[in-house]
């Protein structure tokens, strides 16, 4: 056991060094974290507008709170790529070791970016006459939720990369010494906005000439497909879930190597979902981000909730008994550290096969009752990690039915830990046992 557990080790260990230094994943990661505080008011306030509640809706309705409850969602999850555009290209300047004030130029020049590729102009018909009005000023704000999110974590990557090389080589204009620092650093910031922004009006030119019309429609139109194809498929969510789970079994931090991946593949998934939530549409995909902590890591890295309740209900020795004041408490809102390396489940053989069971288990039950129609699709609302259980399933579900469904889920995983965990209290009483005859 011991050299078969050395030479995964010797295996999983560069790829994990690989995948959490990659410049790109790291960017990706740190602007989708940077942002998760408008996600979640956008999700929250969709919620509250869009809950499955007849008497609520009734009452929200009749006293003007639904209209008002459906405005912050237009301004976060609906332009969700104006946000992620910035906070990915100054979370990805950071990683080339930009400065605060370089990255942030970067980020807006990314923003800049973005917007210029944004083709101009709207049309529909008005609402009293039914005439067709063309508003050619306008920007069509489908470009800024969903649909743009390709593009905006394309450009939040490449173009600090460029903006890095202006800084690296000194293509900046220097003011004198004397002059305000923050008045040096705009004009420091100016080269490389002009000649990236003169990039962004040939790059325009260029996709309008084609059939997608811009860069917009060419990136979600070229990406669309094969990420839907890759994503509507649960084993490939299924192997993230095991490839985080073998990795905290190796004490390596297995969300660091996961989530990025995670992020990049589903996000656009999870957005469209609580997007056609709070229009009152049909969801389009069954697995989204939200199962990742609503069915999957439910309560922590391998469902840890399933030990953390076995501790707290079936520990007769000590040890457990001890373990338990920390890892329940930390187990409720969805922390497993204490239950990782307290048990320990790193290099515990005896835990090994319910760290990727019960995840396994829980993730594929969700997605069967979701794909039969016995659960609703998630709503595409974010769980962060530190979610408190049974509120995670009421949010990824968006009522009542999600909390009970997470808590037999939960259950599920419970009874998966309990003879592994029985063995682990055995060995547990008889070593204290010994201790108290010695």
């Not at 905006?152 to 202006?166: D, E, K, Q, V």
């Amino acid at each position: 056991m011991d050299k078969f557990t050395e030479k995964l080790q010797s295996i999983l260990i560069p790829i994990s060094q690989k995948v959490s230094e990659n410049k790109a994943l790291r960017g990706i990661s740190g602007g989708f974290s940077a942002m998760l505080p408008v996600v979640m008011v956008g999700a929250i306030f969709t919620l509250l507008a869009s809950l499955n509640i007849g008497f609520y809706q009734n009452l929200i309705t009749s006293i003007g709170l639904k209209q008002l409850f459906a405005v912050p969602a237009s301004y976060t999850t609906d332009m969700i790529s104006l946000y992620a555009v910035f906070c990915v290209a100054r979370a990805e300047a950071k990683v080339y070791g930009m400065d605060d004030s370089d990255s942030f130029a970067s980020g807006l020049i990314s923003l800049m970016f973005f917007l210029i590729l944004i083709p101009l102009g709207v049309s529909g018909k008005a609402a009293e006459s039914g005439e067709v009005v063309n508003v050619a000023a306008a920007v069509p704000t489908a470009y800024l939720g969903s649909r743009g999110l390709f593009t905006a974590m394309i450009l939040g990557i490449f173009i600090p990369r460029l903006h890095h090389l202006f800084v690296k080589n000194n293509v900046t204009i220097k003011m004198p010494e004397g002059v305000p620092e923050m008045i040096s650093k705009s004009f420091a910031a100016m080269i490389p906005a002009i000649c990236i922004g003169a990039l962004a009006v040939v790059v325009r030119f260029l996709f309008g000439l084609t059939s997608y019309g811009s860069a917009t429609n060419a990136i979600y139109g070229i990406l669309q497909a094969p990420l839907a194809a890759l994503t509507s498929n649960p084993f490939t969510f299924l192997f993230l879930l095991l490839v985080c789970n073998v990795m905290w079994f190796f004490g390596i931090h297995g969300g660091m190597v996961a989530n990025p991946v995670r992020m990049a593949l589903y996000s656009q998934a999870t957005l469209a979902n609580l997007e056609a939530y709070g229009a009152g549409a049909a969801l389009p995909n069954i697995v989204v981000n939200t199962a990742w902590f609503g069915m999957g890591n439910i309560g922590g890295s391998a469902c840890a909730i399933g030990l953390c309740l076995n501790i707290a209900l079936f520990a007769k020795s000590q040890r457990y008994k001890a373990l338990n004041k920390v890892s329940l408490p930390a187990g409720l809102v969805s922390i497993s550290e204490p239950m990782v390396f307290g048990v320990p489940m790193v290099l515990n053989p005896i835990m090994l096969i319910p760290m990727l069971l019960a995840p396994t288990v829980t993730f594929l039950l969700g997605y069967f009752a979701m794909a039969t129609g016995i659960m609703p699709y998630m709503t595409g609302a974010e769980l962060p990690n530190g979610t408190p259980i049974i509120l995670g399933g009421f949010l990824a579900w968006g009522g009542i039915k999600g909390a009970i469904f997470q808590a037999l889920l939960i259950a599920v995983s419970t009874l998966i830990y309990y003879p592994f965990f029985k063995i682990l209290d055995r060995q547990a009483l008889a070593e204290e046992a010994n201790e108290t005859a010695e």
